[in-house]
């Protein structure tokens, strides 16, 4: 599927200008958003055996998150719509960053299972809001650059909050609070800041910011009217309930599956992976993080290099399709790999591949999605996606739990993410036939 390009672009200064006004609060609400549903990645390391939890349990822990999150998905970025960016994005990030804190305070399975689904609820709408968000300030060829720098918010956080985390697991102690638990209390600490700077930080459109000159908002208006009447010319829906039953809404979500698998798997399971590692036994929490920074560490560097490269051309299928076939091949085989350096490479491959299908990935629904279509579209592609949240990490530990080791659950991700390539492939297919034959793909 080809991505809506009409070659437009904004002048590079507003370009700098929009990206140096936005970009950094948007990584930064983005990396604590990632931080917060993933640390509990790192509290396993010794979560699990406090509150006497199996594999399993901790995978269904994880992934009642992602339930509370597909339920409100739609309905919160509908509500970014009718209410504006400023006042919902604030209102996600306060009130996932206070349930996030007094998620310290479980006292058993039961609770975490019943925190960890709120926590979705109150995280709904964040990220499609936010690629909703970029559609109303710069056309799609800019957007692959924006939406690159966003994507390395999440293999950024790897990157920082595996060492971070694990050393404040290990020598903070908040009034008596220590381990764990102080961990996940501390961290929910910057989301109700970010909360705060939004309000007072993010337009909600163009014409409502007072830095853009006149001039200025008649540039980003021109840059997007194209692409918006081009995409009008295709298939938009007309209305939200049209958008949830367009079967191409969903095969994007389908693809977005098999992409977030591989998310998951390496967020979620990536510290005690390594702890299976030969004499991963005898290495402290600090030493685990350090080592699972470098996956991450290597994803962010590639997908900027990549957001680089495909900044200059018109994204197709192969830009999705091409870099989850090399995840998936990746993911599959590291775990089979004797030497811990040689599987550390192989996860560092696959993590990058994953990362860099994301941001080729979000420039593919706005060629059929504009205004209200998009906000449903998004979201409901979004909820899609990250049923794999909800699905995986229970098996993940299912599997672990079952076979003493996480080898065939990478098997099952790697499947997953070449199932998305070829759907995508199929899907551009699709569309040129549409083209050709005057049918609106």
């Known amino acids: 599927m080809s991505t809506l390009d009409t070659g437009m672009a904004l002048p590079a200064p507003l370009m700098r200008r929009v990206v140096m006004r936005l970009a950094p609060l948007m990584i930064l609400m983005y990396i604590a958003n990632q931080l917060d549903r993933a640390n509990v990645g790192y509290a396993a390391l010794t979560m699990n055996a406090e509150l006497h939890m199996s594999a399993a349990q901790y995978g269904l822990s994880a992934s009642l998150f992602f339930l509370g999150y597909i339920l409100c998905e739609v309905p919160s970025n509908l509500c970014m719509h009718r209410f504006g960016a400023r006042i919902w994005m604030a209102r996600i ?6 349930l996030s804190s007094l998620t310290s305070f479980v006292p058993n399975v039961y609770w975490l299972y019943l925190a960890r689904f709120f926590l979705g609820v109150f995280e709904a709408g964040l990220y499609p809001g936010m690629v909703y968000y970029m559609t109303l300030w710069m056309p799609a060829r800019n957007r692959v650059w924006m939406m690159s720098l966003f994507t390395v918010s999440i293999p950024l956080t790897g990157m920082l909050g595996a060492p971070i985390s694990t050393w404040l697991m290990e020598h903070l102690n908040v009034f008596g609070v220590t381990g764990w638990r102080a961990m996940i209390l501390v961290e929910g600490l910057p989301a109700i800041t970010l909360g705060f700077i939004a309000y007072f930080w993010l337009p909600n459109r163009p014409e409502t910011a007072r830095w853009l000159s006149s001039e200025e908002k008649e540039q980003i208006n021109e840059a997007i009217a194209p692409e918006r009447k081009a995409a009008a010319q295709w298939v938009e829906p007309t209305s939200a309930w049209e958008t949830i039953s367009n079967l191409k809404v969903w095969a994007l979500g ?3 599956f098999g992409t977030n698998s591989g998310i998951i798997g390496l967020l979620y399971f990536l510290p005690q992976v390594v702890k299976t590692f030969k004499n991963g036994a005898d290495l402290t929490l600090s030493e685990i993080g350090l080592i699972t920074a470098i996956p991450f560490a290597v994803a962010v560097i590639a997908v900027l290099l990549w957001g680089r490269i495909v900044s200059k051309r018109s994204i197709n299928a192969y830009y999705v ?6 995840s998936g091949a990746s993911l599959a085989t590291a775990l089979y790999l ?7 490479i192989a996860l560092a491959i696959g993590t990058s591949a994953c990362f860099c299908s994301i941001s080729t990935f979000w420039q593919m629904p706005s060629r059929i999605l504009t205004d209200r279509a998009a906000a449903t579209g998004i979201a409901l592609i979004t909820s899609i996606g990250v049923s794999s949240g909800f699905l995986m990490p229970y098996f993940i530990g299912w599997v672990r739990d079952t076979t003493g080791t996480f080898q065939y659950a990478f098997v099952a991700i790697a499947i997953a993410m070449t199932f998305a390539a070829i759907l995508a492939i199929a899907l551009d297919r699709n569309r040129h036939h549409a083209s050709a034959s005057g049918i609106a793909f």
């Open 321 to 326: 399709a091409g870099p989850l076939l090399v």
């Open 338 to 344: 004797e030497s811990p350096i040689n599987t550390i």
């Open 254 to 256: 389908a693809v977005y």
């Open 93 to 98: 990030l306060i009130t996932w960053g206070l």
